[in-house]
């Protein structure tokens, strides 16, 4: 198994871990699986689920291509760099076509696939490549745990805006009415 092969694995494993983490919360709730899955159905706290499904993938990930290809030198910055882009990526699709035709669940996951599939190439080339990218790796787990303690934060405080807003119960949040 090559690296080429490993990403379209993970391409394929964390858009399905997606639809597990979409639902921890409901299943568990509580303060753990509000830190981790999305408490609500508010475009925001799905970037809960993005990132979740990364973290937990990103474990047999970095076995695979420890096992087969021991290439794991720039795994953190490609890690941290293809979660970044996927979220941002998958926003800035999103939105536009979320605000001009509203809420459709086929056109929501092809979006949410072609973020993951773009983000895993850019992940494979980060991984490829020869360059030194030791101070994105040097940092990038600080980063990661940065972005999560962002996402919690705004779980429990969030914005009025319509990005944290879920339309269906008319809440922001956690237990907050809209």
Do not use: A
Not at 9 to 16: G, K, V
Request: aromatic residues 20%.
């Amino acid at each position: 198994m090559n690296v080429k092969k490993i990403k379209i694995l993970s391409t394929i494993c964390i858009f399905l871990l997606s639809f597990i983490t979409h639902y921890g919360y409901d299943i568990f709730p509580n303060v753990v699986t509000s830190i981790f899955f999305p408490v609500n159905e508010s475009i925001f706290e799905h970037m809960k689920m993005i990132f979740t499904s990364y973290i937990l993938f990103s474990f047999f990930e970095y076995i695979l291509l420890k096992k087969y290809t021991n290439n794991t030198k720039n795994f953190k910055g490609s890690l941290f760099l293809s979660l970044l882009f996927n979220i941002v990526f998958f926003l800035i699709i999103y939105i536009p076509i979320y605000n001009i035709f509203g809420h459709n669940l086929i056109m929501t996951l092809i979006i949410y696939f072609i973020s993951i599939m773009v983000s895993q190439i850019i992940s494979y080339i980060i991984l490829i490549t020869n360059k030194n990218i030791d101070k994105i790796n040097k940092y990038s787990y600080f980063l990661i745990f940065i972005l999560l303690l962002i996402l919690i934060y705004l779980t429990y405080f969030p914005i009025k805006n319509d990005l944290f807003i879920d339309k269906n119960k008319n809440m922001i949040g956690l237990n907050n009415y809209y």
